[in-house]
T-cell receptor, first 113, second 118 residues
Framework: GNSVTQMEGPVTLSEEAFLTINCTYTATGYPSLFWYVQYPGEGLQLLLKATKADDKGSNKGFEATYRKETTSFHLEKGSVQVSDSAVYFCALSDPPNDYKLSFGAGTTVTVRA | SAVISQKPSRDICQRGTSLTIQCQVDSQVTMMFWYRQQPGQSLTLIATANQGSEATYESGFVIDKFPISRPNLTFSTLTVSNMSPEDSSIYLC???????????????FGPGTRLTVL
């Protein structure tokens, strides 16, 4: 079956530090990969996605590259801000076989000023 | 993206009672899902709400405990039946498959319903 393994947190950083959150996956087909973010007190939002190998998703300074050879989709940001403090979830779906999302455990990131 | 609303946004319920959560979308969507997020945990899919037919439940979830309706392409309900404190969670609906964006394979989530069972 499909599954996602995500780097465990919590992660605490200083402002302007480099952030990376590791995510690897197991899938039977050719999955689509996502990063979702949940800011404190808010709902789940799609941060970025990639639907095929070597695609790079990017948004709000965050990037993740779909690496089929290493079955990974690591999230990176070069210079974090306090406003990036949130819980980040890696997820995959496997269309057209399976549209449901399988989520990683989530990584709590706290950025200090 | 679609606008997704859920009612109620939160509730505190007594053990043994049932609560029905509504999910309303402002446009027709192909697929609707219900997830649960237990305190401090990730999201777990409960079921896929199928329009005009019975929902498809994931392992560990059953219709008697979580009956789901989806009468049309913009609305669904999830009922949490005979609640216990272990059902305290955030329940979220998500949607996918807008008319012109069906190929984008993106799920959008509602704001969630925070349920506390005493």
């Amino acid at each position: 079956g499909n599954s996602v393994t995500q780097m465990e947190g919590p992660v605490t950083l200083s402002e302007e530090a480099f952030l990376t959150i590791n995510c690897t996956y197991t899938a039977t087909g050719y999955p689509s990969l996502f990063w979702y973010v949940q800011y404190p007190g808010e709902g789940l939002q799609l941060l970025l996605k990639a639907t095929k190998a070597d695609d790079k998703g990017s948004n709000k300074g965050f990037e993740a590259t779909y690496r089929k050879e290493t079955t990974s989709f690591h999230l990176e940001k070069g210079s974090v801000q306090v406003s990036d403090s949130a819980v980040y979830f890696c997820a995959l779906s496997d269309p057209p076989n399976d549209y449901k999302l399988s989520f990683g455990a989530g990584t709590t990131v706290t950025v200090r000023a | 993206s679609a606008v997704i609303s859920q009612k109620p946004s939160r509730d505190i319920c007594q053990r043994g009672t049932s609560l029905t959560i509504q999910c309303q979308v402002d446009s027709q969507v192909t697929m609707m899902f219900w997830y649960r997020q237990q305190p401090g945990q990730s999201l777990t899919l409960i079921a896929t709400a199928n329009q005009g037919s019975e929902a498809t439940y994931e392992s560990g979830f059953v219709i008697d405990k979580f009956p789901i309706s989806r009468p049309n392409l913009t609305f669904s309900t999830l009922t949490v039946s005979n609640m216990s404190p272990e059902d305290s969670s955030i329940y979220l609906c998500s949607v996918e498959g807008f008319s012109e964006l069906a190929a984008d394979n993106e799920q959008f989530f509602g704001p969630g319903t925070r349920l506390t069972v005493l």
